[in-house]
């Protein structure tokens, strides 16, 4: 069994990217991006994404938006809809019109939240079977989850992110198939566990170490799961449950605290009926 989607994945080049400011925890300005470490690390990533069997579309990079790397935070994609994000912070706020541009250009419906309210996009929005899985707090608004549900017509459930060094939902969840997730609790509080406990059936949980190494920010291809790291008990415990794990190392990015998933944004995920116009 496999997820069902995750075979089309938009992703941006790494030509402007830096630590430019801080807005989490794991950037820190005075630390400097090897420009072409960072290239050679986005193109494997994008090479063993395709050997894997994925197609990647690639977005145009812009000058003075270095986060732009990490287009998992672009929306939120239904079918051929998109609700583009509403960033929290003013510094990446910018990206917004060069994704709407892209997805207008691709055949994409765009469909927007309201201005007051933040969502980050698959950063904090993953599917799992039916349901929309969204985290909110330090990213996203709480109740930005009615508006997406509305817009999307997608069952949202809501769960609130505890440690501001997981600060998006892709950094404590990771879907595998209709049944397995990679989690990692210490991001949720008490109700969000149970929320997470409830939805999925089998769970390969990661302790605070694994969690903050970003193990949970993994893409996953059928049977393939590409991640930043894997200690051994977790590659133990995926290849048990018939994955192969592929190791891509991204540790420029994780210097402006983003891995694996964050580097990419699904486009092949139908969500609820508005997808389907
Ligand atoms: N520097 C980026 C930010 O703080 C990293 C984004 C990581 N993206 C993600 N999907 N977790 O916004």
Redesign the pocket.
């Known amino acids: 069994m496999t997820l069902g989607w995750g075979h089309r994945y938009l992703m941006c080049p790494p030509e402007h990217f830096g630590v430019l400011y801080e ?2 925890p794991w ?1 820190h300005r005075e630390v400097r991006v090897d420009a072409e470490r960072a290239r050679q690390q986005w193109e494997r990533l994008k090479t063993t994404l395709e050997e894997a069997g994925a197609q990647i579309e690639v977005l145009q990079p812009t000058p003075d938006l270095p ?1 732009i790397v ?1 287009t ?2 672009a929306g939120v994609v239904n079918g051929t809809q998109f609700v583009p994000s509403r960033f929290m912070h003013p510094e ?1 706020q910018g990206e917004v019109p060069y994704y709407v541009a892209w997805f207008e250009a691709h055949g994409f419906t765009v469909d927007r939240l309201p201005e007051h309210v933040h969502h980050e996009g698959a ?1 904090d929005a993953l599917p799992f079977g039916s349901v929309l899985l969204s985290g909110y707090r330090f990213r996203s608004d709480a109740a930005s989850h009615a508006y997406l549900s509305r817009l999307t017509g997608a069952a949202v459930r809501s769960v609130e992110l505890v440690d501001e060094r997981l600060y ?1 939902l ?2 404590t969840f990771c879907p595998l198939d209709e049944h397995h997730a990679i989690v990692a609790p210490d991001g949720w509080d008490r109700y969000g566990r149970r929320v997470v406990e409830a939805l999925v059936p089998e769970l390969l949980v990661l302790d605070a170490d694994q969690a903050l190494a970003f193990c949970a ?1 993994s893409v996953v291809i059928d049977s393939t799961v590409v991640m930043p790291s894997c200690p051994p008990a977790v590659g133990r415990q995926l290849e048990a449950w018939g994955f192969d794990v592929v190791v891509c190392a991204v540790d420029e990015f994780l210097k ?3 891995a694996c ?2 580097l990419t944004l699904a486009l092949d995920v139908t969500l609820g009926p508005q997808g389907a116009r």
């Open positions: 807005i989490n950037m986060d990490f998992a935070n990446r950063g998006h892709d950094l920010n402006a605290g983003g998933r964050c």
